[in-house]
């Protein structure tokens, strides 16, 4: 059943002993949306927990600043920024359980009691923060970094087209509130380790160009990923973005050996190109703008090679080349 | 003389034939704020041109459709986002001459018989917004675009703690007015010519830690900068901001070459460092976070050595090291 904000409101009046779940692979957004949400219901006496199926990686651990530990047995389970009760892991059988759903995902499956969903909203955490409000729970700096850190992280810092006027005016009240903006985003979207800037120097010494320049690939072998301390796959993962910034890039590729002799392809590609199509050629999958495929056996090049053979085609095809 | 906006909107009224000084180094807001003030009183019927003394980079080019080409003899001068004349390079003279200066840096000189000085906007695109609506001028999707731009870019696109409840509603409010926002931080911030990631491949080979990592610099001499084709200032300029995002540097510097012999130095700074009373030893200016100063003669690591030197006693003098 669909429900607007009043009605999820009245609902989290009414109950108690609230069991908050977000998403596996945390983001800042289910991460903001969980801790801004079980804080204000603490502030209005109830119980309340937040919990995620996998480990929450340290550069959030500030968001747990709005909640207090609680002991009780959970009755009322809500999903916050989960599309699909698959995102949660080991936790699916406790997530189709769920009283309440308050996500933006249009791809929502509605397996929840009651969704209050609205994709308009940049972040779910512009919903949270509606409701905050419609609790009549003031925000404080904590309430106002969880916030903030949804509407931040899932906007690419306000650079994406998600971004509304509402999500800047939801990001001013923050700042406002108290928010430490500056050191969330230096966080999110700055801080690199100093392996991380030896891993992209090195990466970047492998660019290669073909169709012309349409297409531009990355290597990260294990020869290189091995001899570089401080670093850890988010690190790698990264380096998939690299080649799409290039400016006349239309597909960049960015090659890594996983395991020796096994290969990720991650693939990014402009709206002139569907890459999930070229990642399935190859047993793999993902969206129309990023992609990724696996290679086991042979050498990196050989992988390289058929996938820049694809995607040759898929210029073609699109009349780029 | 320090003037307030309902005094500078009285003087803009009262006079015409306006030629609007934009600093050297062009970036988005000094741009920005030059296209924006020059539209506005061109749509009162006004006389105004905005130049800048040096080549504006090509990305640029969408914020001039804001104004249009208009041939007539100036007799007002306004600098825009100009601290010190002596940004103004080859226009200097001219920038003496200033009428009026609206500007947002601390470091302001106060060289024009009029200043608007507001230095707690981020970027001087806040105080040329908040002109327009003094002088009652509608805004429309160029005079948006050309406002956004300046606020975005003088923010790292509202990351840095220059940003404030204000900046966001600004763009909150330019967003509504149709600024191309997603398609501006595309370009500001994400899209890199081939050039550029050679550029930052060879520049990332030069870095050098000091203090303990506290410290860390980064080279672009003219012998990197002339043997790499497809780039421009701003690809130059960009790779200010490299260094800092080390995890555990308080002060990143970046020394360039500009031409034989002589040095831009460009400091960025963590919150326990004010980089611009370090860049004040040497005859340069700017903001706590980030600042610049120039050396002529010498060689590049002499200019580097004696920053250096400077920003370990900052490190000192902050109980960092």
Redesign the interface.
């Known amino acids: 059943m669909r429900i607007d904000i009043k009605e999820a409101v009245k609902f989290l009046r009414e109950n108690d002993d609230y069991l908050i779940l977000m998403h596996a692979s945390p983001d800042g957004d289910t991460l903001g949306c969980g801790t801004a949400l079980c804080g204000a219901l603490q502030r209005l006496g109830k119980k309340a927990k937040a919990v995620c199926p996998e480990e929450i990686p340290h550069k959030f651990d500030y968001l747990f600043d709005a909640v207090k530990a609680q002991t009780f047995e959970p009755k009322t389970i809500v999903c916050v920024d989960v599309a699909d009760t698959k995102l949660l892991g080991d936790m699916k059988e406790t997530g189709d359980k769920a009283e309440l759903c308050i996500d933006h995902h249009i791809s929502n499956t509605e397996y929840a009691k009651r969704t209050l969903l609205d994709a308009d909203s940049a972040a779910a955490c512009e919903i949270i923060y509606e409701i905050i409000n419609e609790l009549g729970v003031p925000f404080d700096k904590a309430l106002a970094n969880s916030v903030y850190t949804g509407t931040?992280t899932d906007t690419?810092?306000?650079?994406?087209?998600n971004?509304?006027?509402?999500?800047?005016?939801i990001?001013?009240?923050m700042?406002?509130f108290g928010a430490d903006?500056?050191g969330i985003?230096?966080t999110m979207?700055?801080?690199?380790?100093?392996g991380r800037?030896k891993l992209?120097?090195s990466a970047?010494?492998t660019?290669e160009?073909y169709a012309d320049?349409h297409i531009a690939v990355i290597y990260a072998p294990l020869s290189m990923t091995e001899s570089i301390e401080d670093i850890d796959s988010d690190d790698i993962g990264a380096l998939a973005n690299?080649p799409r910034?290039?400016?006349?890039v239309d597909i960049g590729i960015c090659a890594k050996e996983k395991k020796k002799g096994v290969y990720k392809l991650s693939l990014r590609s402009s709206k002139l190109i569907d890459c999930s199509e070229i990642a399935q050629l190859f047993g793999g999958g993902g969206h129309e703008r990023a992609s990724g495929c696996s290679f086991k056996g042979g050498t990196i090049e050989e992988a390289v090679a058929q996938v820049i053979k694809a995607c040759e085609e898929a210029c073609k095809k699109a009349g780029i080349i």
């Open positions: 931040a690419g810092c306000f650079r994406y087209s971004t509304t006027p509402r999500t800047h005016r990001a001013a009240e700042i406002g903006f500056a985003n230096y979207f700055e801080l690199k380790t100093k800037i992209e120097q970047l010494n660019i160009y320049g690299i910034q290039i400016q006349g």
